[in-house]
T-cell receptor
Framework: AQTVTQSQPEMSVQEAETVTLSCTYDTSESDYYLFWYKQPPSRQMILVIRQEAYKQQNATENRFSVNFQKAAKSFSLKISDSQLGDAAMYFCAYSGNNNDMRFGAGTRLTVKP | EAQVTQNPRYLITVTGKKLTVTCSQNMNHEYMSWYRQDPGLGLRQIYYSMNVEVTDKGDVPEGYKVSRKEKRNFPLILESPSPNQTSLYFC??????????????FGPGTRLTVL
């Protein structure tokens, strides 16, 4: 079964600085999606960015970008110019050909003013 | 407004008292799913459905039931709740054109406490 591992339970970053959140996954599939979701204190799950495995180009959404290393099964999230509103739990997630969805345990990001 | 709604948002109940958490989406999505979120474990999938009358078990289906009689609704049923089912529950939906599942849109969550 596919697994998703987030090895950093907590991270902190200074406002305006850059931070990278790590995610690794285990799969034997060749076609899949990877996602980063943000969960602020409101508990709402918000999609930050997604990556299709067949695309070699790393996805980017404004200040958020990923480093997708398919061979290494690594999918890290980089947040540039961190803002106070970026403080949240971040979850990495995997969706494969079984149509199920697997999440990592999450990384709590603190942004210091 | 495109959204996934869940009711109730908060529920405190007692062991053994049957309950249903409703989930509805207005985006004509084929795929719907239930998750539970527990500290240190992230979100774990309970059940999912790829279309009407089609449901599949996720990672943690024990103690839960679901049904998909209509495309827009996907209720979660706890026939005999136990304290270990105290958790934060999320419903989600997505447009499923083919495998794998595309971006899921989440409801606001239901905080369930079983005493």
């Amino acid at each position: 079964a596919q697994t998703v591992t987030q090895s950093q339970p907590e991270m902190s970053v200074q406002e305006a600085e850059t931070v990278t959140l790590s995610c690794t996954y285990d799969t034997s599939e060749s076609d899949y999606y990877l996602f980063w979701y943000k969960q602020p204190p409101s508990r709402q799950m918000i999609l930050v960015i997604r990556q299709e495995a067949y695309k070699q180009q790393n996805a980017t959404e404004n200040r958020f970008s990923v480093n997708f290393q398919k061979a290494a099964k690594s999918f890290s999230l980089k947040i540039s110019d961190s803002q106070l509103g970026d403080a949240a739990m971040y979850f990495c997630a995997y969706s494969g050909n079984n149509n199920d969805m697997r999440f990592g345990a999450g990384t709590r990001l603190t942004v210091k003013p | 407004e495109a959204q996934v709604t869940q009711n109730p948002r908060y529920l405190i109940t007692v062991t053994g008292k049957k309950l249903t958490v409703t989930c509805s989406q207005n985006m004509n999505h084929e795929y719907m799913s239930w998750y539970r979120q527990d500290p240190g474990l992230g979100l774990r999938q309970i059940y999912y459905s790829m279309n009407v009358e089609v449901t599949d078990k996720g990672d943690v289906p024990e103690g839960y039931k679901v049904s998909r009689k209509e495309k827009r609704n996907f209720p979660l049923i706890l026939e005999s709740p136990s304290p270990n089912q105290t958790s934060l529950y999320f419903c989600a939906s997505s447009f499923l054109a083919s495998s794998p599942t595309d971006t899921q849109y989440f409801g606001p969550g239901t905080r369930l406490t079983v005493l």
